[in-house]
C-alpha cells in the first residue's frame, strides 16, 4: 500500500541553525502539507502546496519557513533560524485531487522529530 | 473563533466493549471531516471520513456520526480491541483543504 514517507526520523540541532525536513508524498498525489505537533498537544496546520506554489498557510509560517518541490518525488520544508520553540513533531501529508476537488483524504507520513537545543 | 474540540480527554474501556468517541466543532462551513487514529511515535492514520451531506458512515467496525444542528461528530468503535489503544483525533476542513484538529482524546482498552 503507498504510503507518505519522511526523513530523517529524528534531527537534532543547534537554535539559530537551518534544518531541512524532507518527505516523499504518494506518487499520484497532487496536493501536499506540514503539520507540526508540539509535545502533547494537537496537529497544527502549517501549510498546503499545489501546482508548485503555496496554496495557504498559517500565521505559524512566518518568514522563516518555506516548502519546495525540488524534483518529481519530494517535497521539503526549510526553517531557516531554528527556534527552541520550533521543537515538535513535523508531518508531511498528501491527498490526491479528485474531480477538480481539492478536498479529499490526506495521508499522513510517521513524522520528524525535530529537538531544537 | 474557529475551532474543534474534544468533549474528553481520555477513554477507558473493556475489551470487547463498544467506543464512543465524540467531537464537537465550531465552523459551521466546514464540509468534510475526518477521524485520525496516533499511535505513540506514529503519524495519524485516517480511519474514516464523512462528509457534510451525509449523517452517518459505516466502515470495519466503526461507524461516525455527523449532527450538523449541533456540529457535533463521533467515532464508534465496535467490540474495541486492544490493538484500538492510541489517540484519536477529529479534524475538519472547508473548500481550503487545511485541517482542523481537535486536541485528542486517549483510547484506553482494559483486557
Known amino acids: 500500500e503507498p504510503e507518505v514517507t519522511q526523513t530523517p526520523s529524528h534531527q537534532v540541532t543547534q537554535m539559530g541553525q537551518e534544518v531541512i525536513l524532507r518527505c516523499v508524498p504518494i506518487?499520484?498525489?497532487?496536493?501536499f502539507y506540514w503539520y507540526r505537533q508540539i509535545l502533547g498537544q494537537k496537529v497544527e496546520f502549517l501549510v498546503s502546496f499545489y501546482n508548485n506554489e503555496i496554496s495557504e498557510k498559517s500565521e505559524i509560517f512566518d518568514d522563516q519557513f518555506s516548502v519546495e518541490r525540488p524534483d518529481g518525488s519530494n517535497f521539503t520544508l526549510k526553517i531557516r533560524s531554528t527556534k527552541l520553540e520550533d521543537s515538535a513533531m513535523y508531518f508531511c501529508?498528501?491527498?490526491?485531487?479528485?474531480?477538480?476537488?481539492?478536498?479529499?483524504?490526506?495521508?499522513f507520513g510517521p513524522g520528524t522529530r525535530l529537538t531544537v537545543l | 473563533g474557529e475551532s474543534v474540540g474534544l468533549h474528553l480527554p481520555t477513554l477507558s474501556v473493556q475489551e470487547g466493549d463498544n467506543s464512543i468517541i465524540n467531537c464537537a466543532y465550531s465552523?459551521?462551513?466546514?464540509?468534510?471531516f475526518i477521524w485520525y487514529k496516533q499511535e505513540s511515535g506514529k503519524g495519524p492514520q485516517f480511519i474514516i471520513d464523512?462528509?457534510?451531506?451525509?449523517d452517518k458512515r459505516q466502515g470495519q467496525r466503526v461507524t461516525v456520526l455527523l449532527n450538523k444542528t449541533v456540529k457535533h461528530l463521533s467515532l464508534q468503535i465496535a467490540a474495541t480491541q486492544p490493538g484500538d489503544s492510541a489517540v484519536y483525533f477529529c479534524a475538519e476542513t472547508g473548500a481550503n483543504s487545511k485541517l482542523t484538529f481537535g486536541k485528542g482524546i486517549t483510547l484506553s482498552v482494559r483486557p
Open positions: 501529508a498528501s491527498s490526491e485531487m479528485v474531480a477538480g476537488v481539492g478536498t479529499d483524504t490526506q495521508y
Open positions: 465552523n459551521s462551513a466546514s464540509d468534510y
Open positions: 464523512i462528509r457534510s451531506n451525509m
Open positions: 506518487s499520484n498525489h497532487l496536493y
